[in-house]
């Protein structure tokens, strides 16, 4: 059996699958098996890969169910015995020494998942995720480190998370914590993991040297705006909801209508042409706030009976999202 199972959901993605099938042909750790989880895809991706990649493993969904469920799917496909299951976008290059780095920094320590060094294809030299935080001036998950230089971030250091867009987990993490929450689709499904990981005791450490270029949301532009949005500002919601420190709720309220006000009318001279179209989905966007919020707060019990860490130690992580290895 492999010790590890790199697990890449595929949307459409025929463009993408070739340079990021290679990348992983050429990784220095070989003690791997690749699973593509195809989220119902009608561009020949599925075929390219029985003609084109062998050994590699696909699993068919028959709809697309999303990120989430596309990994758990992967997950559920794994290898029963590997150590290990890295979650790769497809739309990725990873570097030769990539799976070999994330695999000695977890076999190396007590940490239960590693971030890698994500940085933007076309501009290598910046950061795209260096681990994730949260910030809490919007309550919001966001990728450590984004449009950064990368001469910034080459210390290994504990972060709150991980991008699942390039990330290894030890497996029986997910026995512990729990699979990818599939309600959330698309966008801050890995905040939600990350929280839910944390709440539970479990930490995350960042690895600079496990590097990995990717192709910013090139799924997510391929799809309508409006959708892609609300996904965005339900799920946003779901997380504080289902994952925020009581503590925090009451701050989280209070600061809703300046957080409103702040994503209608952005003070960024170069992001003033977006308010007419703000402008125009406002209401929808209030809805899809309460309505993720309210999908969080049902599954709010079943996070907070694992809690297993102080709940200052937990905001202390909100606030701060980094500390020594």
């Known amino acids: 059996m492999p010790r590890a199972t790199v697990v890449i959901p595929n949307w459409n993605g025929l463009a993408h699958l070739p ?35 062998s050994g590699v493993r696909v699993v068919e969904r028959p709809d697309n169910g999303g990120f989430a469920a596309a990994v758990n799917d992967g997950i559920r496909a794994a290898a029963p015995d ?16 990539w799976l070999d780095e994330l695999v000695s920094a977890l076999e190396t ?17 910046v950061v795209n995720a260096a681990g994730d935080d949260f910030r809490i ?36 993490l997910f026995g512990e914590v729990g699979l990818f929450d599939e309600d959330f689709f698309l966008i801050h499904e890995d905040t939600d993991f990350n929280l839910r990981a944390l ?56 600061t809703w209508p300046w957080r409103l006000f702040r ?10 042409h977006l308010i007419p179209g703000l402008m125009a989905t406002f209401g929808k966007r209030v809805g899809a706030e309460i309505e993720g919020f309210r999908m969080g707060w049902r599954k709010r019990a079943d996070v907070w009976r ?14 701060k999202g980094v500390g020594p290895v």
């Not at 270029?213 to 609300?230: E, F, G, L």
């Not at 694992?306 to 606030?319: G, N």
């Open 263 to 272: 994503s209608t009318f952005p003070l960024r001279r170069s992001r003033w």
């Open 109 to 125: 320590s007590d940490y239960d998942f590693a971030a890698a060094l994500m940085v933007f294809y076309d501009f290598p030299d």
């Open 137 to 172: 001036g919007g309550f919001v998950g966001r990728n450590r480190g984004l449009f950064r230089p990368v001469s910034g971030f080459g210390a290994p250091v504990r972060v709150l998370g991980a991008c699942a867009g390039a990330a290894l987990y030890r497996r029986r």
């Open 199 to 254: 709440i539970t005791g479990k930490k995350c450490v960042y690895v600079p040297s496990a590097i990995v270029r990717h192709k910013h949301s090139a799924s997510i532009k391929a799809q309508p705006a409006w959708p892609m949005q609300r996904y965005e500002v339900r799920n946003r919601a779901a997380v504080l909801g289902k994952d925020l420190p009581a503590a925090l709720l009451p701050l989280a309220a209070l």
């Open 82 to 97: 590997c150590e290990f299951i890295a979650l790769l976008n497809n739309d990725t290059a990873v570097d030769p020494h």
């Open 306 to 319: 694992l809690q297993a860490i102080p709940t200052r130690e937990i905001i202390r992580w909100l606030f």
């Open 19 to 53: 340079e990021c099938i290679d990348a992983l042909r050429a990784q220095t750790f070989g003690d791997f098996q690749v699973v593509v989880v195809d989220n119902g895809s009608t561009d020949d991706s599925v075929a390219w890969l029985r003609h084109n990649a």
